[in-house]
Structures are given as structure tokens and as C-alpha cells.
């Protein structure tokens, strides 16, 4: 969007240029051997009716690029938002359930995609010539929100050190087999940062995905989509269900 600004500028300047030209040409005479009224109209007529075109086309470009980049935008902070709704679910889940067993890769998998949404946010050239409320929020989160969430999927590797941490402590004592938990102190203190911090950056998005439905209401179904995101259940036995079912069918 900000090459197509670029030249819809020049092309502007461009237009408004031969068209004055072109008007001086029918208003004074020119009348010479090599030089005159027929020959300047034909000329600079010619060119502004071209920049007229690439004019025009050049506005339809921006305007094609700029709702690519809402849909791209609305896409990728929704993508985000269900991210942040299963991870502050999984680790209420075994919160809640201090004596099962947590993964120490229960957030391996979610790190990459977060971290690729986050970086295609960044990437969206969205440069509207209207500074409209969702493009200053966007800014916004560019400048400070997307760095909290780089941050935040580094506290994922606060995991795999609680549990780390506290396997060498048992073996200290002896045991050579065991499997932390939510019970573990340092495992508890991992997955409630974790999940508190999640909390914070899926408020964030939120806020960002509220600016792109306020400002387009009839272009994106949010309300539905986030009734079903936010109905999800996260439960162990439902879960162990859901695997039996999969594995013995």
C-alpha cells in the first residue's frame, strides 16, 4: 500500500500537470513552424488521458491491497486470539489438576506458529492515506505489543527449566523417576505466569480485532467466531476420551 500512495501521488501531480498544460494550449496561440495549438493539445491531451489510466488503475491497486491487508490483519490477530485461548487453557487445565503430569513440550508446538503470526502482523503493509483509529492501533501494537508477545514466547522455555529444575532436585533426594507436576512449585510458578501473561496479550489482540470490526461491522462475522473460540472446554478426561476414541476406532 505505500508504493501504490507513492504513485497514486505522482500520477496525481502528473495528471494535474498536463491537464493545465493542455488548457494553455487551447487558450493562448501558439503558431510557429515546428510549434502549434494542434500539435500541444494532441501532445499533452495524449498525456494527461494516460495518466488518467494509470491514474485509475494505480487507485484500484491500493484499494484492492488495502482490503487484502484488512483481511490479512483480521486473519492473523483471529489466528492469534484462538493461540492464546488454548494456551490459557491448557495450562488452567493442569492447574487445576496439580496431580498430572505436564508435558515439558505442552507449548513446543504453539511457539512457531505465534511466533510466524506475530512476524506477518508486522510485515502488513497497511499505509491508509486516512489515519483511521484502527491504523493507529495497529501502529501501536507494532511499536509495543508485538515486542510482549516475542517476549512472552520466550517464557515458554520457563517450563522446561521448572521441570528440569525440579526432576535434578528429586534426584538429589534419591529418586531417579519422576514426572513433575502442577503440585511442583516451580512448575505452579511457570504455568501462572505463562498463563497470566497470555491473559494480557489475548487482551491485546482482542483490542486490535475490535478496531478492525468497528471500522468494517458488516465484513467480518467476530461476534460468532468468538462465541465459539471462547466455548471451547479443556478437560483432561475429555481429552483421554477424544484419544481412546481415535486410537481404538
Known amino acids: 500500500m505505500s508504493n501504490n500512495k507513492k504513485f497514486i501521488k505522482f500520477l496525481s501531480w502528473c495528471t494535474g500537470i498536463s491537464l493545465i498544460l493542455s488548457y494553455v494550449s487551447c487558450v493562448f496561440v501558439f503558431d510557429y513552424t515546428f510549434l502549434n495549438n494542434n500539435f500541444l493539445?494532441?501532445?499533452f491531451g495524449g498525456m494527461f488521458a494516460s495518466f488518467c489510466v494509470m491514474l485509475l488503475s494505480e487507485i484500484k491497486k491500493y484499494l484492492?491491497?488495502?482490503?487484502s491487508a484488512e483481511d490479512l490483519l483480521y486473519a492473523n490477530f483471529f489466528s492469534l486470539y484462538v493461540e492464546f485461548?488454548?494456551?490459557i487453557g491448557n495450562s488452567s487445565v493442569y492447574l487445576k489438576n496439580k496431580n498430572e503430569i505436564v508435558p515439558s513440550a505442552l507449548f513446543d508446538m504453539r511457539a512457531p506458529v505465534i511466533s510466524n503470526l506475530n512476524s506477518m502482523i508486522r510485515n502488513v503493509d497497511y499505509e491508509p492515506f486516512n489515519k483511521t483509529a484502527l491504523?493507529?492501533?495497529l501502529t501501536l501494537f507494532k511499536q509495543n505489543e508485538a515486542t510482549k508477545i516475542d517476549r512472552h514466547i520466550i517464557n515458554f522455555?520457563?517450563?522446561h527449566q521448572a521441570i528440569n529444575l525440579t526432576q535434578i532436585s528429586i534426584m538429589g533426594k534419591g529418586l531417579h523417576a519422576y514426572n513433575p507436576t502442577a503440585s511442583d512449585k516451580l512448575v505452579e510458578t511457570a504455568l501462572t505466569k505463562i498463563k497470566s501473561d497470555a491473559e494480557i496479550q489475548k487482551k491485546s489482540v482482542e483490542g486490535l480485532i475490535n478496531a478492525i470490526v468497528s471500522e468494517f461491522p458488516n465484513r467480518f462475522n467476530w461476534k460468532k467466531d468468538k462465541e465459539i473460540i471462547d466455548?471451547?472446554?479443556f478437560d483432561l478426561k475429555?481429552?483421554?476420551k477424544q484419544n481412546n476414541a481415535f486410537f481404538e476406532s
Open 85 to 87: 485461548t488454548n494456551e
Open 41 to 43: 493539445l494532441t501532445l
Open 157 to 159: 522455555n520457563y517450563l
Open 238 to 240: 475429555e481429552r483421554e
Open 64 to 67: 484492492d491491497n488495502k482490503k
Open 135 to 137: 491504523y493507529n492501533n
Open 231 to 233: 466455548s471451547l472446554k
